[in-house]
């Protein structure tokens, strides 16, 4: 059996491998220490039908990040690293709490630098906890961490960014992101197999991929669209096409990330999508606001 603290002594629970000593108070590039560190938990309406039904996710949204995204809605938290720190045991809690308050799954938002602890916190809620487990994800993912979630996980929800490396090096800080993100994704799949939904309509297991529709960035779009059909077929995963880029953090002071996505562009997407056969969802263009990123809080709020 994996002693999960010795995970943390030399840290490569994501592809960047810092080998850093979290156990030691040492941080490594996602800003992440020894203890779990969160900024919100709570119903969240606002992710796929299948995902938030009519009650929402128990969304769990984790400090710290593996990558750095110049528009990232949330970099409060994932690079500002803003929340508050909590036992494994409060985290067992926590998923307790979202699951009474009639959480459709607890789903698990950037939760890579904090695996270990998650599987404790798992192992303590232990059979209480019945909903299922939804691991929200930038994609950039190590396979060995993906494995350590066997059997415990039911629902992948991973976003497929970039195909081209020149994208995701200056707008990620990952040059190898579709490199990782792609064996990630079919790894994914492997682990809990085509999409599976209860008599509601909630997913129960399976993976969404979803792809963020980006300005100017529409034919690299095409290149992962076109990846994905070969490479699965049409029944083995489901497809989330987003429309809700919003010019924030640092993109904008970046010129061609300073607009939002024409809807010429992000049709473009829903089109190529539409072709490949895979079922989805595709988001409405209203999306695209600041109103809809939540709020993050720096200390425990319930």
């Given at each position: 059996?994996?002693?999960?603290?010795?995970?943390l002594?030399?840290?490569s629970l994501?592809?960047?491998?810092?080998?850093i000593?979290?156990?030691?108070?040492e941080?490594?590039?996602?800003?992440?220490?020894?203890t779990?560190?969160?900024?919100r938990a709570?119903?969240?309406?606002?992710?796929?039908?299948?995902?938030?039904?009519?009650?929402?996710?128990g969304t769990?949204?984790?400090?710290?990040?593996?990558?750095?995204?110049?528009?990232?809605?949330n970099?409060?938290?994932?690079?500002?690293?803003?929340?508050?720190?909590?036992t494994?045991?409060?985290?067992?809690?926590?998923?307790?709490?979202l699951?009474?308050?009639?959480?459709?799954?607890i789903?698990?938002?950037?939760a890579?630098?904090?695996?270990?602890?998650?599987?404790?916190?798992?192992?303590?809620?232990?059979d209480?906890?019945?909903?299922?487990?939804?691991?929200?994800?930038?994609?950039?993912?190590?396979?060995?961490?993906?494995e350590?979630l066997r059997?415990?996980?039911?629902?992948?929800?991973?976003?497929?960014?970039?195909?081209?490396?020149?994208?995701?090096?200056k707008?990620s800080?990952?040059?190898?992101?579709?490199?990782?993100?792609?064996?990630?994704l079919?790894?994914?799949?492997?682990?809990?197999?085509?999409?599976e939904?209860?008599?509601?309509?909630m997913?129960?297991?399976?993976?969404?991929?979803?792809h963020?529709?980006?300005?100017?960035?529409?034919?690299?779009?095409?290149k992962?669209?076109?990846?994905l059909?070969?490479n699965?077929?049409?029944?083995?995963?489901?497809?989330?096409?987003?429309?809700?880029?919003v010019?924030?953090?640092?993109?904008?002071?970046?010129?061609?990330?300073?607009r939002?996505?024409?809807?010429?562009?992000?049709n473009?997407?829903c089109h190529?999508?539409e072709?490949?056969?895979?079922?989805?969802?595709?988001?409405?263009?209203?999306?695209?606001?600041?109103?809809?990123?939540?709020?993050?809080?720096?200390?425990?709020?319930?």
């Open positions: 059996m994996i002693d999960r603290n010795e995970l002594k030399s840290c994501c592809p960047r491998k810092c080998g000593n979290r156990l030691d108070g941080t490594g590039f996602c800003r992440c220490g020894k779990v560190r969160i900024a709570d119903l969240h309406m606002w992710e796929e039908p299948c995902i938030s039904g009519k009650t929402g996710a769990v949204f984790f400090s710290g990040c593996s990558l750095q995204c110049c528009y990232c809605q970099f409060e938290i994932s690079e500002g690293c803003k929340g508050f720190e909590l494994v045991e409060e985290l067992a809690d926590t998923f307790l709490m699951q009474n308050k009639g959480a459709q799954n789903e698990l938002v950037t890579a630098p904090y695996v270990p602890q998650i599987l404790d916190a798992l192992d303590i809620a232990g209480r906890l019945t909903v299922p487990i939804v691991y929200n994800s930038g994609g950039y993912e190590s396979l060995e961490t993906l350590l059997g415990k996980v039911d629902v992948f929800l991973p976003d497929l960014k970039y195909y081209s490396s020149e994208l995701s090096k707008y800080a990952a040059s190898d992101y579709f490199e990782r993100a792609s064996a990630a079919i790894k994914m799949v492997s682990l809990v197999g085509s999409p939904f209860d008599e509601d309509g997913l129960k297991r399976g993976v969404v991929v979803r963020l529709v980006l300005p100017n960035c529409r034919h690299d779009s095409a992962l669209i076109g990846w059909g070969d699965f077929a049409p029944y083995e995963l489901l497809l989330s096409i987003m429309s809700q880029y010019p924030m953090h640092k993109a904008k002071d970046i010129k061609e990330l300073s939002r996505t024409s809807t010429f562009e992000y473009y997407v190529l999508a072709l490949s056969g895979f079922d989805g969802f595709f988001q409405q263009r209203e999306s695209a606001v600041k109103d809809f990123v939540p709020t993050f809080y720096d200390e425990k709020y319930y």
